[in-house]
């Protein structure tokens, strides 16, 4: 399990977004998103590098949590 922390998200499609821009670089990814924490958990094997990059190619400030 990957947790980020994800500036920015107020709202459904804000997680919509940010659903689809992982699910793009893993399409088995179980995705996770609480706007109230601004938490964004996936569970994939792919790197964190290239999940943190997807979800900043969407216009959200990331960080690992």
């Known amino acids: 399990m990957q947790i980020f922390k994800v500036q920015g998200m107020s709202c459904g499609h804000c997680v919509k977004a940010i659903t689809q821009a992982l699910h793009a670089k893993d399409s088995k990814a179980e995705v996770e998103i609480d ?6 958990k996936v569970e994939s094997a ?4 290239t999940l943190i990059e997807a979800i900043r190619e969407e216009g959200y400030e990331v960080s690992p949590a």
């Open 35 to 40: 706007l109230g924490s601004k938490t964004v």
């Open 46 to 49: 792919v790197p964190a590098d």
